[in-house]
Protein backbone atom coordinates (compact mmCIF):
# COMPACT_ATOMS: atom_id res chain seq x y z
CA UNK A 1 0.00 0.00 0.00
CA UNK A 2 1.18 3.17 -0.83
CA UNK A 3 0.22 5.82 1.56
CA UNK A 4 2.33 9.14 -0.29
CA UNK A 5 0.77 11.20 -2.06
CA UNK A 6 1.58 11.95 -5.97
CA UNK A 7 3.83 15.22 -7.29
CA UNK A 8 0.58 16.82 -8.65
CA UNK A 9 -1.53 16.13 -5.44
CA UNK A 10 1.23 17.65 -3.09
CA UNK A 11 2.27 20.40 -5.53
CA UNK A 12 -1.92 21.43 -5.50
CA UNK A 13 -1.90 20.41 -1.37
CA UNK A 14 1.10 22.71 -1.14
CA UNK A 15 -0.17 25.78 -3.28
CA UNK A 16 -3.23 26.14 -1.28
CA UNK A 17 -1.55 26.43 1.46
CA UNK A 18 0.60 29.06 0.70
CA UNK A 19 -2.82 30.57 -1.07
CA UNK A 20 -4.79 30.29 2.35
CA UNK A 21 -1.98 32.10 4.43
CA UNK A 22 -1.80 35.33 1.97
CA UNK A 23 -5.29 35.41 1.45
CA UNK A 24 -7.48 33.47 4.10
CA UNK A 25 -5.82 33.93 6.93
CA UNK A 26 -5.76 38.04 6.86
CA UNK A 27 -9.81 37.99 6.82
CA UNK A 28 -10.69 34.81 8.50
CA UNK A 29 -12.02 36.79 11.58
CA UNK A 30 -12.84 39.32 10.06
CA UNK A 31 -15.75 37.70 7.87
CA UNK A 32 -16.47 35.48 10.83
CA UNK A 33 -17.00 38.62 13.09
CA UNK A 34 -19.34 40.29 10.20
CA UNK A 35 -20.81 37.02 8.95
CA UNK A 36 -19.60 38.77 5.35
CA UNK A 37 -19.28 36.13 2.41
CA UNK A 38 -16.10 37.35 0.90
CA UNK A 39 -16.73 37.79 -2.66
CA UNK A 40 -13.31 39.20 -3.16
CA UNK A 41 -11.95 35.97 -1.89
CA UNK A 42 -14.16 33.65 -4.17
CA UNK A 43 -12.55 35.49 -7.28
CA UNK A 44 -9.44 35.26 -6.21
CA UNK A 45 -10.25 31.10 -6.04
CA UNK A 46 -11.79 30.70 -9.40
CA UNK A 47 -8.74 33.25 -10.86
CA UNK A 48 -6.46 30.45 -9.23
CA UNK A 49 -9.11 27.19 -10.73
CA UNK A 50 -10.02 26.14 -7.29
CA UNK A 51 -13.50 26.65 -7.91
CA UNK A 52 -13.46 23.03 -9.98
CA UNK A 53 -10.62 20.58 -9.19
CA UNK A 54 -12.22 17.19 -9.60
CA UNK A 55 -13.90 18.60 -12.59
CA UNK A 56 -12.69 17.60 -16.24
CA UNK A 57 -10.94 20.27 -18.03
CA UNK A 58 -13.67 20.10 -21.12
CA UNK A 59 -16.00 21.83 -18.36
CA UNK A 60 -13.88 24.33 -16.54
CA UNK A 61 -12.16 22.42 -14.05
CA UNK A 62 -8.50 21.70 -13.15
CA UNK A 63 -8.81 17.84 -14.09
CA UNK A 64 -7.85 16.81 -10.75
CA UNK A 65 -9.02 13.52 -8.81
CA UNK A 66 -11.32 13.86 -5.96
CA UNK A 67 -8.66 13.47 -3.53
CA UNK A 68 -7.05 16.16 -4.48
CA UNK A 69 -10.48 18.40 -4.08
CA UNK A 70 -10.46 16.67 -0.31
CA UNK A 71 -6.60 17.96 0.23
CA UNK A 72 -7.70 21.86 -1.22
CA UNK A 73 -11.06 21.80 1.54
CA UNK A 74 -8.67 20.89 4.21
CA UNK A 75 -6.14 23.46 3.80
CA UNK A 76 -8.92 26.06 2.86
CA UNK A 77 -10.99 24.37 6.00
CA UNK A 78 -7.40 25.50 8.18
CA UNK A 79 -7.28 28.85 7.38
CA UNK A 80 -11.56 29.67 7.66
CA UNK A 81 -13.41 26.40 7.60
CA UNK A 82 -16.58 28.81 6.59
CA UNK A 83 -14.85 29.01 2.95
CA UNK A 84 -13.77 25.71 3.15
CA UNK A 85 -17.04 24.17 3.59
CA UNK A 86 -18.39 27.11 0.66
CA UNK A 87 -15.79 25.31 -1.92
CA UNK A 88 -17.32 21.89 -0.40
CA UNK A 89 -20.97 21.99 -0.80
CA UNK A 90 -20.19 24.32 -4.09
CA UNK A 91 -17.69 21.60 -5.83
CA UNK A 92 -18.67 18.24 -3.95
CA UNK A 93 -22.35 18.15 -4.39
CA UNK A 94 -23.58 21.09 -6.87
CA UNK A 95 -20.99 20.24 -9.44
CA UNK A 96 -20.95 16.30 -9.29
CA UNK A 97 -24.72 16.56 -9.40
CA UNK A 98 -24.44 18.09 -12.98
CA UNK A 99 -21.17 15.89 -13.99
CA UNK A 100 -22.88 12.79 -12.91
CA UNK A 101 -26.60 13.43 -13.75
CA UNK A 102 -26.93 16.54 -16.25
CA UNK A 103 -26.98 16.04 -20.06
CA UNK A 104 -24.23 17.57 -22.33
CA UNK A 105 -26.24 20.52 -22.79
CA UNK A 106 -26.52 21.26 -18.80
CA UNK A 107 -23.02 20.84 -18.15
CA UNK A 108 -22.21 23.49 -20.60
CA UNK A 109 -24.70 25.30 -19.68
CA UNK A 110 -24.65 24.90 -15.47
CA UNK A 111 -21.22 23.20 -14.90
CA UNK A 112 -19.08 25.18 -16.89
CA UNK A 113 -19.23 28.49 -15.47
CA UNK A 114 -19.53 26.76 -11.66
CA UNK A 115 -16.47 25.30 -12.25
CA UNK A 116 -14.72 28.10 -13.47
CA UNK A 117 -15.78 29.91 -10.46
CA UNK A 118 -18.25 32.04 -12.26
CA UNK A 119 -21.36 30.57 -10.54
CA UNK A 120 -21.72 29.78 -7.15
CA UNK A 121 -23.91 26.37 -6.64
CA UNK A 122 -26.36 25.61 -4.00
CA UNK A 123 -27.70 22.94 -2.28
CA UNK A 124 -31.57 23.17 -1.55
CA UNK A 125 -33.16 20.06 -0.14
CA UNK A 126 -33.69 20.37 3.85
CA UNK A 127 -37.41 21.85 5.22
CA UNK A 128 -38.22 23.02 7.93
CA UNK A 129 -40.07 19.53 9.07
CA UNK A 130 -37.69 17.77 6.82
CA UNK A 131 -34.19 17.03 7.78
CA UNK A 132 -32.47 13.63 8.20
CA UNK A 133 -36.24 12.27 6.96
CA UNK A 134 -36.17 13.77 3.86
CA UNK A 135 -39.39 12.04 2.72
CA UNK A 136 -41.26 14.13 4.97
CA UNK A 137 -40.74 17.00 2.76
CA UNK A 138 -43.19 19.18 1.10
CA UNK A 139 -41.99 20.81 -1.62
CA UNK A 140 -44.09 20.16 -5.21
CA UNK A 141 -43.32 20.27 -8.63
CA UNK A 142 -46.14 19.98 -10.88
CA UNK A 143 -45.80 19.84 -14.95
CA UNK A 144 -47.51 22.55 -16.90
CA UNK A 145 -46.78 22.68 -20.47
CA UNK A 146 -42.92 23.16 -21.21
CA UNK A 147 -42.73 24.09 -17.50
CA UNK A 148 -42.52 22.83 -13.99
CA UNK A 149 -44.36 24.97 -11.20
CA UNK A 150 -42.40 24.69 -7.70
CA UNK A 151 -44.07 25.46 -4.34
CA UNK A 152 -42.74 25.02 -1.18
CA UNK A 153 -40.48 26.41 1.52
CA UNK A 154 -36.96 25.24 2.02
CA UNK A 155 -34.36 25.93 5.49
CA UNK A 156 -30.94 25.56 6.02
CA UNK A 157 -29.73 26.19 2.51
CA UNK A 158 -25.88 26.71 2.12
CA UNK A 159 -25.01 29.45 -0.14
CA UNK A 160 -28.79 30.65 -0.11
CA UNK A 161 -28.25 34.11 0.00
CA UNK A 162 -25.35 33.95 -2.33
CA UNK A 163 -25.89 31.14 -4.55
CA UNK A 164 -26.48 31.17 -8.84
CA UNK A 165 -27.60 28.36 -9.17
CA UNK A 166 -30.00 26.26 -6.72
CA UNK A 167 -30.41 22.71 -6.92
CA UNK A 168 -34.06 21.79 -5.53
CA UNK A 169 -35.38 19.09 -4.81
CA UNK A 170 -39.31 18.17 -4.98
CA UNK A 171 -41.71 16.09 -5.32
CA UNK A 172 -43.09 15.06 -8.91
CA UNK A 173 -44.72 12.28 -7.54
CA UNK A 174 -45.75 11.88 -3.79
CA UNK A 175 -47.60 8.87 -4.35
CA UNK A 176 -44.37 6.81 -5.90
CA UNK A 177 -42.59 7.46 -2.41
CA UNK A 178 -39.03 7.37 -3.05
CA UNK A 179 -39.01 7.06 -6.86
CA UNK A 180 -41.28 10.30 -6.58
CA UNK A 181 -38.38 13.01 -5.94
CA UNK A 182 -36.83 15.13 -8.95
CA UNK A 183 -34.26 17.48 -8.91
CA UNK A 184 -34.32 20.88 -10.84
CA UNK A 185 -31.52 23.37 -11.74
CA UNK A 186 -33.30 27.16 -10.54
CA UNK A 187 -30.98 29.96 -11.79
CA UNK A 188 -31.03 33.24 -9.84
CA UNK A 189 -33.22 35.57 -10.31
CA UNK A 190 -36.14 33.32 -11.59
CA UNK A 191 -39.21 34.59 -11.02
CA UNK A 192 -40.93 32.83 -7.83
CA UNK A 193 -37.39 32.02 -6.10
CA UNK A 194 -36.60 33.84 -3.37
CA UNK A 195 -33.44 33.81 -0.54
CA UNK A 196 -34.35 34.38 2.74
CA UNK A 197 -31.64 36.81 5.30
CA UNK A 198 -29.22 35.26 6.38
CA UNK A 199 -28.87 32.95 9.73
CA UNK A 200 -26.95 34.42 11.97
CA UNK A 201 -25.46 31.27 13.30
CA UNK A 202 -23.33 30.33 16.41
CA UNK A 203 -20.22 29.48 13.92
CA UNK A 204 -19.74 29.14 10.18
CA UNK A 205 -20.31 32.61 10.10
CA UNK A 206 -19.44 33.74 7.01
CA UNK A 207 -20.76 30.69 5.18
CA UNK A 208 -24.11 31.80 4.10
CA UNK A 209 -27.12 30.21 5.08
CA UNK A 210 -30.97 30.88 4.20
CA UNK A 211 -34.39 29.99 3.46
CA UNK A 212 -35.86 29.56 -0.41
CA UNK A 213 -38.99 30.12 -0.72
CA UNK A 214 -40.97 28.86 -3.93
CA UNK A 215 -44.14 30.06 -5.31
CA UNK A 216 -45.40 29.75 -8.43
CA UNK A 217 -41.83 29.27 -9.69
CA UNK A 218 -42.11 27.96 -13.02
CA UNK A 219 -38.76 25.95 -14.07
CA UNK A 220 -38.47 24.55 -18.05
CA UNK A 221 -38.30 20.79 -18.51
CA UNK A 222 -35.12 20.64 -19.61
CA UNK A 223 -33.55 21.95 -16.05
CA UNK A 224 -34.74 18.74 -14.49
CA UNK A 225 -31.58 17.00 -13.72
CA UNK A 226 -31.39 13.40 -14.80
CA UNK A 227 -34.28 11.90 -15.03
CA UNK A 228 -38.33 12.56 -13.11
CA UNK A 229 -38.21 10.21 -9.83
CA UNK A 230 -34.56 10.03 -9.57
CA UNK A 231 -33.91 12.86 -7.06
CA UNK A 232 -33.50 10.85 -3.82
CA UNK A 233 -31.28 9.04 -5.04
CA UNK A 234 -29.02 11.60 -6.80
CA UNK A 235 -29.44 13.92 -3.52
CA UNK A 236 -27.84 10.27 -1.55
CA UNK A 237 -25.03 10.09 -4.20
CA UNK A 238 -24.71 13.92 -3.56
CA UNK A 239 -24.51 13.16 0.34
CA UNK A 240 -21.74 10.67 -0.28
CA UNK A 241 -19.49 13.25 -1.71
CA UNK A 242 -20.35 16.04 0.37
CA UNK A 243 -19.55 14.03 3.42
CA UNK A 244 -15.65 13.54 2.33
CA UNK A 245 -15.82 17.44 1.87
CA UNK A 246 -16.96 17.88 5.74
CA UNK A 247 -14.53 14.98 6.96
CA UNK A 248 -11.74 16.62 4.92
CA UNK A 249 -13.36 20.24 6.54
CA UNK A 250 -13.29 18.92 10.05
CA UNK A 251 -9.00 17.98 9.29
CA UNK A 252 -8.62 21.53 8.75
CA UNK A 253 -10.13 22.64 11.90
CA UNK A 254 -8.50 19.98 13.80
CA UNK A 255 -5.04 20.86 12.33
CA UNK A 256 -5.60 24.57 13.22
CA UNK A 257 -6.32 23.33 16.84
CA UNK A 258 -3.02 21.36 16.83
CA UNK A 259 -1.14 24.23 15.73
CA UNK A 260 -2.82 26.79 17.57
CA UNK A 261 -2.61 24.45 21.05
CA UNK A 262 1.91 23.81 20.11
CA UNK A 263 2.20 26.94 19.61
CA UNK A 264 0.70 28.23 22.88
CA UNK A 265 1.67 25.47 25.13
CA UNK A 266 5.31 25.95 24.12
CA UNK A 267 4.41 29.72 25.02
CA UNK A 268 2.86 29.80 28.10
CA UNK A 269 4.91 28.95 31.14
CA UNK A 270 3.29 28.08 34.23
CA UNK A 271 5.04 26.83 37.70
CA UNK A 272 8.44 27.75 35.86
CA UNK A 273 7.96 25.93 32.56
CA UNK A 274 5.96 26.06 29.45
CA UNK A 275 2.49 23.79 29.75
CA UNK A 276 3.73 21.84 26.71
CA UNK A 277 6.11 20.04 29.51
CA UNK A 278 2.85 19.52 31.82
CA UNK A 279 1.79 15.96 31.38
CA UNK A 280 -1.59 16.44 31.08
CA UNK A 281 -1.48 19.14 28.59
CA UNK A 282 1.22 16.89 26.13
CA UNK A 283 -0.91 13.84 26.04
CA UNK A 284 -3.69 16.23 25.18
CA UNK A 285 -1.74 16.99 22.21
CA UNK A 286 -0.79 13.53 21.48
CA UNK A 287 -4.78 12.98 21.32
CA UNK A 288 -5.12 15.10 19.12
CA UNK A 289 -2.18 14.50 16.29
CA UNK A 290 -3.49 10.65 16.77
CA UNK A 291 -6.75 11.70 15.72
CA UNK A 292 -5.95 13.42 12.93
CA UNK A 293 -3.79 11.15 11.13
CA UNK A 294 -6.64 8.31 12.20
CA UNK A 295 -9.23 10.42 10.10
CA UNK A 296 -7.21 11.27 7.57
CA UNK A 297 -7.03 7.52 6.86
CA UNK A 298 -10.70 7.33 6.83
CA UNK A 299 -10.83 10.69 4.52
CA UNK A 300 -8.85 9.83 2.03
CA UNK A 301 -9.40 6.24 1.65
CA UNK A 302 -13.25 7.33 1.00
CA UNK A 303 -11.80 10.00 -1.88
CA UNK A 304 -9.44 7.20 -3.41
CA UNK A 305 -11.91 4.81 -3.75
CA UNK A 306 -14.61 7.07 -5.33
CA UNK A 307 -11.34 7.30 -7.70
CA UNK A 308 -11.21 4.66 -8.10
CA UNK A 309 -15.02 4.05 -9.02
CA UNK A 310 -15.58 1.84 -6.37
CA UNK A 311 -19.03 2.04 -4.13
CA UNK A 312 -17.81 4.17 -1.08
CA UNK A 313 -21.13 5.72 0.96
CA UNK A 314 -20.14 3.44 4.17
CA UNK A 315 -16.27 4.76 4.02
CA UNK A 316 -17.78 8.32 3.44
CA UNK A 317 -20.16 7.95 6.52
CA UNK A 318 -17.57 6.83 8.58
CA UNK A 319 -15.01 9.68 7.46
CA UNK A 320 -17.56 11.78 8.00
CA UNK A 321 -18.57 11.20 11.61
CA UNK A 322 -14.98 10.28 12.45
CA UNK A 323 -13.72 13.74 11.79
CA UNK A 324 -16.71 15.28 12.77
CA UNK A 325 -16.54 13.93 16.27
CA UNK A 326 -12.84 14.23 16.58
CA UNK A 327 -13.21 18.51 15.35
CA UNK A 328 -15.40 18.88 18.06
CA UNK A 329 -13.29 17.14 21.02
CA UNK A 330 -10.41 18.51 20.02
CA UNK A 331 -11.08 22.03 19.64
CA UNK A 332 -12.72 21.75 22.96
CA UNK A 333 -9.55 20.43 24.28
CA UNK A 334 -7.34 23.21 22.48
CA UNK A 335 -10.10 26.02 24.30
CA UNK A 336 -8.99 23.86 27.55
CA UNK A 337 -5.30 24.33 26.96
CA UNK A 338 -5.36 27.83 26.17
CA UNK A 339 -7.60 28.52 29.41
CA UNK A 340 -9.14 31.81 29.98
CA UNK A 341 -7.33 33.30 27.15
CA UNK A 342 -9.06 30.40 24.49
CA UNK A 343 -12.72 31.55 25.40
CA UNK A 344 -12.02 35.12 24.67
CA UNK A 345 -13.45 36.46 21.18
CA UNK A 346 -10.28 36.96 18.67
CA UNK A 347 -8.35 33.76 20.07
CA UNK A 348 -8.63 31.25 16.79
CA UNK A 349 -9.34 28.23 19.07
CA UNK A 350 -12.93 30.31 19.82
CA UNK A 351 -14.11 30.69 16.51
CA UNK A 352 -12.95 27.03 15.67
CA UNK A 353 -14.95 25.74 18.59
CA UNK A 354 -17.67 27.36 17.33
CA UNK A 355 -17.13 26.06 13.51
CA UNK A 356 -16.58 22.71 14.73
CA UNK A 357 -20.43 21.66 16.20
CA UNK A 358 -21.83 22.25 12.64
CA UNK A 359 -19.86 19.02 11.26
CA UNK A 360 -21.62 16.66 13.51
CA UNK A 361 -24.93 18.09 12.05
CA UNK A 362 -24.94 18.87 8.52
CA UNK A 363 -24.91 16.50 5.79
CA UNK A 364 -26.21 14.18 7.71
CA UNK A 365 -26.17 14.02 11.95
CA UNK A 366 -23.71 11.91 13.79
CA UNK A 367 -26.91 9.38 14.30
CA UNK A 368 -27.48 9.53 10.58
CA UNK A 369 -24.09 8.68 9.93
CA UNK A 370 -24.28 5.60 12.46
CA UNK A 371 -27.30 4.62 10.21
CA UNK A 372 -25.30 4.60 7.62
CA UNK A 373 -22.71 2.85 8.32
CA UNK A 374 -24.80 0.05 10.37
CA UNK A 375 -27.33 -0.69 7.67
CA UNK A 376 -24.05 -1.71 5.50
CA UNK A 377 -22.52 -3.68 7.96
CA UNK A 378 -25.78 -5.55 8.92
CA UNK A 379 -27.01 -5.88 5.47
Known amino acids: MDFKFTEEQELLRQNMREFAEANVDPIAAEIDENS ?9 LAAGDWMG ?23 LSRSCSSTGFTVSIHV ?49 AV ?16 NGP ?9 WTDKEAGRKGMSCFVVPKGTPG ?28 KENLLGKEGAGLAMAMTGFDHGRIGIAAQSLGIIQAALDESIKWSKERVQFGKPISRQQAIAWMIADMAMDLDAGRFLAYRAAWMKDQGLTFSKEAAMAKLFAAE ?30 AKITEIYEGTSEAQRMVISGNVLR
Open 36 to 44: RHPAELFQK
Open 53 to 75: IPIPVEYGGAGADYLTHALVVEE
Open 92 to 140: GIACMLVLLFGNEEQKKKFLTPMAKGEKLGAFVLTEPGAGTDVMAATTT
Open 143 to 158: LDGNDYVLNGVKTFTS
Open 162 to 170: TGDNYFVFA
Open 193 to 220: MQAGEHFKKMGLRSSQTSEMLFKDCRVP
Open 326 to 355: AAMKHTTKAVQIHGGYGYVKGAKVERLFRD
